[in-house]
């Protein structure tokens, strides 16, 4: 049933480029009633089939008995006297034509895979089809199109002039073949460019004996190809007019010097665009790379210097409750530290709920508050909107810990220690104050916790944050954070 599934799903993808065969095709088939002789027709049923099966996007079977088909079924209906075994026979080269498409496409992606990289930044494939950058098949593809399109004309003045009788004709298949053969040169040419700058071969600029190389393979190039239309023709059957085959080649070296040169040097700059997009690509992935290393490095820095500072401080107040002989609330202190470690160790979260880091305050300050006793009070000040808002571990912890030991422990009568948290448009305002002895010179640990604070925000939130210090009225000290709303910390993880 999947196989079934499969192949009607695959059917129902190639009948659009079915019924384009289908349609072009009979275009040919109307021409065909009026055409005087048989050549003609049957090069542009081989043509049609050749475009439509180069996508590789249908059978080239069912594609070039579409192409060949438009002929028997226009005389069909249109003129049915004139319907025979021989124009039902179309739909051979039909599928030749279409073999030779389906065979281009494939030299068509071999040739885009001889390039390191696609041509331009990754596509985001949810933007509409003429937004999407160009990948190296499609550019190449356009590239040798609009080529062969341009030199059509050309080709066959230059067919005329040998006197050929059928010009148009021997000028297409000319331009098919080259068509394919230049796509089949393709990965060669790349190959040649990367041999003779194999150093640095994303820079641009040509130096003078590159030049001379360069030139030296195209001119072998335009002989080669030369000397290979003519064999076609010898193949093919078809005249060469009465200057013979000496005509015929200087024919073709004459129209193709400047086209097979066109192609050679747009292959070479979509070569130098794909080296450069990769270059440009790695360095990109390398900067990153070194990027997160050093913020990763920072941060675990910064972690180390706060988290033996705290230890010592929570731990040193368990210490306090055990000379105390207090065992109930040895043990209830301690489950409280244990839990307060974990959170200080967990490094999987880079931002947690504000709800929870006020948590990990209030557990700090009520083991404090064992050391201090009475000489120490606190609160803290917070509405359910704001905590879910994400922030920081132990964004708040150095400068609870300054309010504590430089605002509290500094003054023999104590004091107090308000947190507060309050959302201000799209701005998150944490305050942390003290009623202590303010801020003097000697408090060079308090600028040091401060530092990292500031440190931690802008590597995540840039300079958009802020961390401030400053007197407060009425004595003490107000440190302020200040850390913008973005779309990853305003909701909760």
């Known amino acids: 049933m999947n196989n079934t599934r499969t192949s009607a799903g695959s059917l129902t993808s190639s009948a659009p480029w079915i019924a384009v065969a289908l349609v072009l095709g009979s275009v040919v088939g109307w021409l065909d009633l009026s055409a005087t002789e048989v050549q003609g027709s049957v090069l542009m049923v081989m ?13 080239f079977v069912l594609l070039g008995i579409a192409a060949g088909i438009g002929i028997p079924l226009v005389h069909a209906i249109v003129d049915p006297g004139t319907l ?10 039909g599928i030749l034509g279409a073999l030779g498409g389906r065979i281009a496409g494939t030299l068509l992606n071999l040739a885009g895979s001889a390039f390191e990289t696609e041509v331009g930044p990754d596509n985001d494939f ?3 089809w003429y937004r999407r950058h160009v990948g190296v098949r499609v550019l190449l593809a356009l590239t040798l199109t609009a080529v062969a399109m341009f030199g059509l004309p050309l080709v066959t003045d230059a067919v005329t002039g ?18 394919v053969g230049w796509i089949a040169l393709t990965p060669s040419i790349v190959r040649v460019r990367a041999a003779l700058r194999p150093d640095t071969p994303h820079h641009g600029g040509v130096a003078l004996m590159e030049a001379v190389m360069h030139v030296g393979v195209l001119a072998g190039l335009v002989v080669v190809h030369a000397v290979a239309l003519v064999l076609l023709n010898s193949a093919l059957h078809l005249s060469f007019g009465p200057g013979g085959l000496s005509d015929a080649f200087i024919a073709a070296v004459r129209v193709y010097a400047p086209l097979d ?3 050679y040097s747009a292959v070479l700059g979509i070569a130098f665009s794909s080296d450069a997009a990769r270059f ?19 941060l675990e820095s910064l972690r180390a210097q706060l988290n033996p500072h705290f230890l010592y401080n929570a731990l040193n107040s368990a210490v306090v409750l055990a000379s105390s002989g207090d065992q109930t609330r040895v ?3 301690l489950e409280q530290l244990s839990t307060m470690l974990r959170y200080v160790l967990d490094e999987k979260r880079s931002l947690v709920p504000l709800g929870v880091e006020l948590e990990f305050v209030q557990r700090y300050l009520e083991i404090q508050q064992i050391r201090f006793g009475d000489r120490m009070r606190f609160s803290i000040a917070h509405f359910g909107e704001v905590d879910q808002l994400l922030v920081p571990p132990l964004i708040l912890q150095p400068l609870v810990e300054n309010a504590v030991e430089h605002g509290i422990g500094a003054a023999i009568a104590g004091g107090s220690v308000t947190v507060s948290a309050i959302r201000e448009a799209d701005t998150l305002v944490l305050k942390v104050e003290d009623d202590g002895q303010g801020i003097s010179a000697d408090r060079s640990s308090e600028k040091i916790g401060l530092g990292n604070t500031r440190g931690r925000l802008e590597t995540m939130f840039g300079t958009a944050s802020s961390v401030t210090l400053a007197q407060r009225d009425g004595g003490g000290a107000i440190s302020v954070i200040r850390i913008p709303l973005t779309g990853k910390n305003a909701q909760s993880k």
């Open 126 to 128: 949810s933007d509409p």
């Open 261 to 263: 040169a066109l192609v």
């Open 84 to 93: 025979s075994a021989g124009t039902a026979l179309a739909v051979i080269p």
């Open 331 to 333: 043990v209830a202190t």
């Open 280 to 298: 440009a690509k790695e360095r990109v992935t390398r900067e990153a790379a070194l990027t997160k290393e050093a913020t990763e490095a920072k």
């Open 162 to 179: 040998t006197g050929t009788r059928a010009p148009l004709f021997v000028a297409l298949v000319w331009q098919i073949s080259s068509y």
């Open 47 to 59: 043509l049609v089939g050749f475009a439509s099966a180069l996508p590789g996007q249908a059978s």
